[in-house]
Nanobody
């Protein structure tokens, strides 16, 4: 099984920056795409940013130009650099990975436990 552990969340003032990290560990054969999602109270989980194994990226409209996703394939880690943070960015941020734990297994979606990001106005 693949485990994902996020870190880097916290409390920041509007206009500030945070960098989230998510490290994958456990039994890993290959990790395909990785992504960050977020969920604010009373709202549905939404895609923040997505990155393929080759480095192609997709961003949610609300974070374009402010957030940057990157990954270190050698470390099985994905990052989310968040700049010019706004109060509406407040949410629990979840790491997601599409991965195989064995060469014969199917790709599965794995999730981290989430990390809280709070942006004060």
């Amino acid at each position: 099984q693949v485990q994902l552990v996020e870190s880097g969340g916290g409390l920041v003032q509007a206009g500030g920056s945070l960098r989230l990290s998510c490290a994958a560990s456990g039994r890993i054969f290959i990790i395909n795409a990785m992504a960050w999602y977020r969920q604010a109270p009373g709202k549905q989980r939404e895609l923040v940013a997505h990155i393929t194994s080759g480095g192609s990226t997709i961003y949610g409209d609300s974070v374009k130009g402010r957030f940057t996703i990157s990954r270190d394939n050698a470390k099985n880690t994905v990052y989310l650099q968040m700049n010019i943070l706004k109060p509406e960015d407040t949410a629990v941020y979840y790491c997601n990975a599409l991965a195989q734990d064995l060469p014969t297994s199917l790709f599965k979606n794995y999730w981290g436990q989430g990390t809280q990001v709070t942006v004060s106005s």
